[in-house]
């Protein structure tokens, strides 16, 4: 194996790894975000970890963005509305707290 095999390999890798690390981080962010929703609902423990499997489930959907589009219609059933804005906001500021749990290995 040359040297420029090598390097491939190894930019193959760490592409494998940042995105495996990219995935349980936008689920870990779907998760809380999921939780944050619960409690705006006035979910409590299991139904809160149900409704947040609930979140990390709707982002598999075709179409991108499940997550955002269940929240956002689920706030809006129960007239709990919020601006898309400040969704994206809270989603923003979630993704960044999952990043480190999951660098952290929590």
Known sequence: M??????EEGFEKKFAIDEEQKFKAEARRNRLLGLWVAE?????????????????????????DGAARKVMDDLAAKDAAIPEPELRAKMD??????????RKGE
């Open 93 to 102: 500021e979630l993704m960044a707290q999952a990043i480190v749990q999951v």
């Open 40 to 64: 705006k609902l006035g979910l409590l423990g299991d139904a809160a970890n149900a409704y947040a499997k609930q979140v990390v489930a709707a982002d598999f959907e075709p179409g991108g």
């Open 2 to 7: 040359t040297t420029f095999d090598q390097r």
